[in-house]
Every structure is written in C-alpha cells, then in structure tokens.
C-alpha cells in the first residue's frame, strides 16, 4: 500500500473503504500544527491574518476575520515596528527573509522572527512569519549584560566616595577633551588637595578622615552639572572637569567648594571638622596633547596654592 503523500512520510492510507485517504493539505497541516514555532501569514496591505498554526492560536487565540496587530499585539492599529516594507523591494518582487528579534507584548515572551514574503494561494504577496521564542536565550544574554554593565560601573566608580575614580576620569576625561577639541569649546580643569589631611586622621582616626573624603564628594555631586567629571584621583586629591567652560569659572566653583567646606563642617561622632584644600586650575590649550597634561598644569598651580600657605585658589593658564 503506497502513502498518500511519500514526501511527508505519512502512513498509508487504505486505498478503499475504511478511513478515507490523507489530502497533502492534511499532511502539511500535521505538519504546521506540530512545530514548536509560530507560524502565520498576513495580506501585506490589509495586514488580515489568513492563516496561523497551533502554536500560534493555542498562545493568542483565533484569527477569524483579524489582523495580525490584533490578534498578535493587542493594538488598535499596525504596529509601528511592522516589517512588511522591508520584505518587497521598489519593484515589489520579494526581498530576501529579515530576521530579527522582539518582545511580544502580550506573552513577554522573547522571539526570533523570520519573515518573507511568498505568494500566496490565490497569487498575491504575503507575510509569512516564523517565530521562535528564544526568550531562554535572551534572558541569559540580558543577565549577562546587566552583569558585565554593573561590574564596569563598579570598575569606574570610587568606593569610599561614589565619585568617579582616577581611572574613569582619564577614560572619560579623554573622551571629553577630544569633543572639546572637535568642536572647539572650552574645557578647564580644577585640582586640589586637602590641607594637612594626615591631622584629620591622626587627631579623630581613619574613619573621621574617610569622613571627610565623603563629605567632600557629597559637596562635588551637588555643585558639578551632569556634564562635568568629578572624580576623587588619589588619597585626598580630587579633581573636576568643567565642559565647555573657561578658566575664570572653574575659578568660581572651586572659590564656591571652598566656602562651602567652611561652611558645612564635617560631623563626625562629637567633633566638627572644617577641612579646606589647596587649588589648582587650568584650562585646554589649543594643542593640548592629552588630559595627562592639562592636569600637569593644574597640579603645579595645585602646589603654588600649597606654596602660598593652602586654602587658596591659583590658575596655570
Ligand atoms: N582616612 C583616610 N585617609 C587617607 C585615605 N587616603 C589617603 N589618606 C591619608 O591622607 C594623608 C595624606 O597626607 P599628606 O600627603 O602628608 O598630606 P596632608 O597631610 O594633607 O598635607 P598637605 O597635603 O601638605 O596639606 C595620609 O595620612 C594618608 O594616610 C583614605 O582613603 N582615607
């Protein structure tokens, strides 16, 4: 006894009387119905669903007289991710498949979509879709990145004040002065050190001096714009790049930081503590070669302010 369909594989059907015989349409919907994927198609125009298999109607329901947006997204009109543009070129012959990856609404499932245009039954165009939820995958790529996000994050950030550390401002830091240059704004740089730093510790212990440290990295987050780059580079030494900004108003702010240092001492345990630090300013040269020498230059202007007995501002054109 031969099968009805031999490509399918399907068993024989008896040839006379008894179970009447297996159509191709039967054996393709076995097919269909029994693929752990979606499998649907769509008019391109009208976006109406004209056929969608087990998989597809067992998750969002029946297709009768629906569109794929409907049925498929929940929507009240196409979806504005639709990729039925991309799947016929200008001369409207088939482009070929586009393969990409989405987030059902409706599910949260995670799917990996194919999706062609064919001719149909009655010799239009149509989408054809073939979904795989890889949302398994996804989850694990997502973790993944959060993770490896997170862990950067850490590497960039200083422990003790939450500010940037030295590394991130020279990674960061690079990164502004370049822009800088491109587009030629202005960029200034201010540096300073804490004065007599090892009293603090010597006269109330370590922790009172990492107290401090905070409290100074408190008073740069609320006094630098989101666009500035505070970071603590050392022990007791921090600095602030100032995007487009000049030298006199880098000046400003570190003369601000140091009259709020004065103004808001530190309260450690029951002793108040008014730190104040030496200064340092600078800002970018035309040809200035790296951030290594724009700080170069504040450094030094940093120690004259030592110099001059601390708790002072000094500029390094
Ligand atoms: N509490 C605390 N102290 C630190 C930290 N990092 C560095 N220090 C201390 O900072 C002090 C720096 O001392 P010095 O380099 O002599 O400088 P200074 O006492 O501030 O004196 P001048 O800079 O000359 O005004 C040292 O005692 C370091 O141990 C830290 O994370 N926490």
Redesign the pocket.
Known sequence: MKSAIPSLNLPAAPEAGGISEVTPAEGLRAVLDNLDALVYVSDLETHDLLYMNAYGRKIWGSIDGRKCWEVLQDSASPCDFCTNHLLIDAEGTPSPPHIWEFQNRLDQRWYQCRDQAIPWIDGRLVRLEIATDITERKEMELALKEAHEKARAAALEDD?TGLRNRRAFFELGNQLLKQSRRSGSPLAIIMF??????????NHG?????E??RHIGQLLESNVREADIAARI???EFAILLADAHAVQASELAERLLELMQKTPVRYRDVRIRPTA?FGISALHPEEPDLKNLLARADNAMYQS?ALG?GRVRIKP
Do not use: P, Q, T, W
Request: net charge negative; hydrophobic share 30%.
């Open positions: 003790l050190d804490l004065d007599y730093f090892k009293k603090i510790n010597d370590h922790e009172a001096g990492d401090v440290l050392g022990g007791e030496s030592k601390r």
